[in-house]
Structure formats: C-alpha cells, structure tokens
C-alpha cells in the first residue's frame, strides 16, 4: 500500500444486494423467483475509489468512509473488499458504538428486460461528520484532487469544501446520496470552490430546478450552476450521452453506437456514473484537460453499462475509443 495517496474520495460504502434475471417485478402478495443474486460491496465512493484504482493501475488512493462494526461480521468483507482492490484503508472511520447496527444496504432488482428498482436502507454512511474530517486533514493535505459524493450529510460537506478551499485543493463533487424524497437545500455547497461538478440529468434538475432533457436545458442548468462558482459542469443523459460545459466551451458529448446485441442481458445503469466520475478524476491527475476528460469519462459510462454488472474498467479497456 502507498504511503502517500494521490486522491481522496468522500462518501459511503455499503452492503448491494443485487438480484437480476427477474422475469418481472412482483405484485403486491406475489412471489417472484430470480435465478441470480449476487452480494457485493457498494456505495457510490467505494465504487469511484475502486474504478479510480483500476483505471490509474496505482495504489494511490484513499476512502474516507464510516464503516460499522457489526455483529454479522459485515464490516470484515468491505474492509477486505478495499485491501483487495489497492484501496488505503487508513482513513476510514470504524464505529463499534452499537454492535447491534448494520451498515448501509442497498438492493437492486433486474428484469430480463432491462428493468430495475432499487431500494436503499440507510446506515452508519450518513453520520459522517465535520469532525470525522477535521481528523483527516493531512490526508487532504497530501492529495493532489478530492472526489466526493453528497452520501453525507450536507453540514459535512459544506465542512469538507471549506477544508479543500483552505488547503487550495480542487474538488470534484458528485451530488448523489440525498434521499430523493426529501427536500434538500444544496445552496450552502456553492459557497466554496467546485472544480467539477458531475450530475446525472435527474441530480442537475435537483440542484437547479431546470428540468435537464436536451443540450440546450442542460446548457441552462449549467450556467446556473456556474454562475453560483462551479468551475466545470458535466451532465449525463444515459442513452443521449453527456452535455459538458466549461466558462469557454460546451459540448454535446454523444455516446459511440452499439447494437442491442452487444448488451448484456444482465446490465444495467448502477454504477456509470460513478465509473464516469472516475474516470475524470484519472484523467486529471494526468494533466488532461477537463473536455477531453469528459469525453473519455462518457465513453466508459457507456461501456459500463454494456457490462453484465459492475466492473472496474483499465484504462486499456477504455483507450482508443
């Protein structure tokens, strides 16, 4: 393990159940057999972490993240998940409080057809708080980008941007993990530095209120967002690919053609995102220029989701597209 990580990512780690096969979903009082079911570590940092390690082919990067100590032994398999994949483990943060607590479980069902749901039960993930960072400050103090999704509460990651603008570090922000049926007030994040900020088409029309359908809306949503500090804007729209926008330049990022048949059956959207988002961040900290980033973060996006299920893409999977 690196003594000296290059990149941080903020957020969770959680427990997926993924059940895919479905032949449909159940009714109310029906029983649905799925021939698959797989248990594996999750949460939207845990994967950037993971995908960022795969794609830099490095050890240097580390996840901040509250990890419960429970009684099932549940912490002993994430733990080992993020040794196995290079993923420096020194700075999580292990809670043995309540033993009888679980951590974060997310579950997510698959249909033949491509159909899906998820469910999303919350843990330990969102206690996180400023003085769980503050203990980590020269951990931010060491790194070169700070990746961070809104799978905290948002006091912390107000705390955490403070914190980057104090040490002059650049942040790239995911705005994923708020409950989606609450209302949030995002506005205290922009009053620090966002060197990217990278939403889906639903995340962009949360934080600005500007349904997100095509490029000319995105390009609305973006100014709106830049026009409160965020320095890049990179909106994904699954099947129409990715709108970016920087103070000098836009673009509609379309994804490469495939056909159905180049799908696996298995595959669904859980996890492009985040394989965009780590993508942008390798590319960073090779000294790319954000729109060229974008375009290769789009690409691996869409090879992700050709993926039956998660897998962390090399770069070698992804270059030349």
């Given at each position: 393990m690196s003594d000296a990580p290059i990149a941080a990512v903020i957020g969770a780690i959680n427990i997926d159940i993924l059940v895919q096969g479905l032949p449909h979903f159940a009714e109310p009082g029906e029983q649905v057999n799925g021939p698959q079911v797989q248990l594996r570590p999750g949460g939207k940092a845990r994967n950037i972490a993971s995908m960022l390690t795969h794609y830099l082919e490095n050890d240097g990067v580390?996840?901040?993240?509250?990890?419960?100590?429970?009684?099932?032994?549940?912490?002993?398999?994430?733990?080992?998940?993020?040794?196995?994949?290079?993923?420096?483990?020194?700075?999580?943060?292990?809670?043995?409080?309540?033993?009888?607590?679980?951590?974060?479980?997310?579950?997510f069902l698959n249909t033949r057809d491509r159909q899906s749901a998820s469910y999303y039960l919350p843990g330990d993930n969102e206690t996180m708080s400023p003085a769980d960072l503050d203990t980590r400050r020269s951990l931010f103090e060491q790194i070169s980008i700070l990746v961070m999704t809104l799978e905290i509460p948002i006091p912390t990651a107000c705390h955490a941007l403070k914190m980057a603008q104090e040490i002059g570090l650049k942040v790239m922000l995911d705005p994923g993990g708020q409950p989606p049926e609450k209302t949030v007030d995002f506005s205290p994040l922009f009053e620090y530095p966002i060197y990217v900020l990278k939403a889906n088409a639903a995340e962009a029309e949360r934080l600005t209120g500007i349904p997100v359908t095509d490029f000319q809306s995105a390009q609305q949503a973006a100014q709106l967002l830049m026009d409160k500090g965020v320095e890049n804007v990179l909106i994904t729209h699954g099947k129409h690919g990715g709108y970016a926008f920087t103070p000098q330049e836009s673009k509609h990022i379309r994804v490469s053609e495939f056909d159905d048949d180049e799908v696996s059956p298995l595959a669904d959207a859980t996890g492009c995102g985040d394989q965009v988002m780590a993508v942008l961040a390798g590319e960073y900290l090779w000294d790319k220029d954000f729109m060229s980033s974008a375009e290769v973060g789009i690409e691996a996006g869409t090879l992700q989701y050709r993926q039956p299920g998660l897998v962390d893409l090399s770069w070698e999977d992804i270059y030349p597209f």
């Amino acid at each position: 393990m690196s003594d000296a990580p290059i990149a941080a990512v903020i957020g969770a780690i959680n427990i997926d159940i993924l059940v895919q096969g479905l032949p449909h979903f159940a009714e109310p009082g029906e029983q649905v057999n799925g021939p698959q079911v797989q248990l594996r570590p999750g949460g939207k940092a845990r994967n950037i972490a993971s995908m960022l390690t795969h794609y830099l082919e490095n050890d240097g990067v580390a996840l901040v993240a509250r990890l419960v100590m429970d009684t099932k032994g549940l912490h002993h398999v994430l733990r080992q998940s993020l040794e196995v994949d290079g993923i420096d483990t020194e700075n999580l943060i292990l809670d043995g409080s309540d033993w009888d607590a679980l951590p974060t479980l997310s579950i997510f069902l698959n249909t033949r057809d491509r159909q899906s749901a998820s469910y999303y039960l919350p843990g330990d993930n969102e206690t996180m708080s400023p003085a769980d960072l503050d203990t980590r400050r020269s951990l931010f103090e060491q790194i070169s980008i700070l990746v961070m999704t809104l799978e905290i509460p948002i006091p912390t990651a107000c705390h955490a941007l403070k914190m980057a603008q104090e040490i002059g570090l650049k942040v790239m922000l995911d705005p994923g993990g708020q409950p989606p049926e609450k209302t949030v007030d995002f506005s205290p994040l922009f009053e620090y530095p966002i060197y990217v900020l990278k939403a889906n088409a639903a995340e962009a029309e949360r934080l600005t209120g500007i349904p997100v359908t095509d490029f000319q809306s995105a390009q609305q949503a973006a100014q709106l967002l830049m026009d409160k500090g965020v320095e890049n804007v990179l909106i994904t729209h699954g099947k129409h690919g990715g709108y970016a926008f920087t103070p000098q330049e836009s673009k509609h990022i379309r994804v490469s053609e495939f056909d159905d048949d180049e799908v696996s059956p298995l595959a669904d959207a859980t996890g492009c995102g985040d394989q965009v988002m780590a993508v942008l961040a390798g590319e960073y900290l090779w000294d790319k220029d954000f729109m060229s980033s974008a375009e290769v973060g789009i690409e691996a996006g869409t090879l992700q989701y050709r993926q039956p299920g998660l897998v962390d893409l090399s770069w070698e999977d992804i270059y030349p597209f």
